[in-house]
């Protein structure tokens, strides 16, 4: 989900190329060992939503992966440090910021159908998409969790699976606000969600990568 997708021609460079770079997507997927865990409170956390985002990158025309990203997200982590299980998550994400290196293509995600018509992504008042956990089934060694959920976006509803780990944890330098970090994947099928523009040129998969700091209310 954090990897690239390679085409490989042939011959041992190809194959070494693709190694290491999957090597490093595995080494970056790690949760943060040197987190101690022990500090963490529970109770509820709201995202700083000026450092997190969702990244979002989807296959253009069979050549390469076209990334994108979602800002301005809020929600709310309900921790619960005795019975971690016990946790929920929900978060909103504002689709209508979405930031890309095109502004031309910004322009299309954005833009009202034709005639009258359906848009073919999002359109020009696009509601935010929406994810409500349902189940956090958190690893032994309570760094890493596998998150069920329900994503809606473009009016529709789907589950979806978050394979999430523990980035930091600890105290802002800046407001002094209790704070843990995460990051999580996940893949959806933008057909789905209704959004089926392009379909021979643009693939169906989108890979989401999620980085989102909470900070702890009062």
């Given at each position: 989900?954090?990897?690239?997708?390679?085409?490989?021609a042939?011959?041992?460079?190809?194959?070494?190329?693709?190694?290491?770079?999957?090597?490093q997507?595995?080494?970056?997927?790690?949760?943060?060992?040197?987190v101690?865990i022990?500090?963490?409170s529970?109770?509820?956390?709201?995202?700083?939503?000026?450092h997190s985002?969702?990244?979002w990158?989807v296959?253009?025309?069979?050549?390469?992966?076209y990334?994108?990203?979602?800002?301005?997200?809020?929600?709310?982590l309900r921790?619960?440090?005795?019975?971690?299980?016990?946790?929920s998550?929900?978060?909103?994400?504002p689709?209508?910021a979405?930031t890309?290196p095109?502004?031309?293509?910004?322009d299309?995600?954005?833009?009202?159908?034709a005639?009258?018509?359906?848009?073919?992504?999002?359109?020009?008042?696009?509601?935010?998409?929406?994810f409500?956990?349902?189940?956090v089934?958190v690893?032994?060694d309570?760094?890493?969790?596998m998150?069920e959920?329900?994503?809606?976006?473009n009016?529709?509803?789907r589950?979806?699976?978050?394979?999430?780990?523990?980035t930091?944890?600890?105290?802002?330098?800046?407001?002094q606000?209790?704070?843990v970090?995460f990051e999580?994947e996940?893949?959806i099928?933008?057909?789905?969600?209704?959004?089926?523009?392009g379909?021979?040129?643009?693939?169906?998969?989108?890979?989401?990568?999620?980085?989102?700091?909470f900070?702890?209310?009062?």
């Amino acid at each position: 989900m954090l990897s690239f997708r390679h085409i490989l021609a042939g011959g041992a460079a190809a194959t070494l190329a693709f190694a290491t770079v999957s090597a490093q997507d595995m080494a970056a997927n790690e949760p943060n060992a040197a987190v101690d865990i022990s500090t963490i409170s529970g109770g509820t956390y709201s995202v700083d939503s000026a450092h997190s985002m969702v990244g979002w990158r989807v296959l253009h025309f069979g050549f390469n992966d076209y990334l994108g990203i979602f800002g301005d997200v809020s929600g709310t982590l309900r921790l619960d440090t005795e019975n971690p299980d016990q946790s929920s998550v929900s978060v909103t994400i504002p689709i209508a910021a979405v930031t890309v290196p095109s502004s031309e293509l910004r322009d299309h995600l954005l833009r009202p159908g034709a005639d009258g018509g359906e848009p073919d992504f999002f359109g020009p008042n696009p509601e935010p998409a929406t994810f409500e956990s349902t189940s956090v089934d958190v690893a032994a060694d309570r760094r890493s969790a596998m998150i069920e959920g329900n994503l809606t976006m473009n009016g529709v509803t789907r589950p979806v699976t978050l394979n999430a780990r523990l980035t930091g944890a600890g105290t802002n330098p800046m407001n002094q606000a209790e704070t843990v970090g995460f990051e999580a994947e996940t893949s959806i099928d933008r057909s789905e969600f209704g959004i089926d523009y392009g379909m021979q040129a643009i693939g169906d998969t989108v890979d989401l990568n999620i980085t989102i700091a909470f900070e702890k209310d009062g």
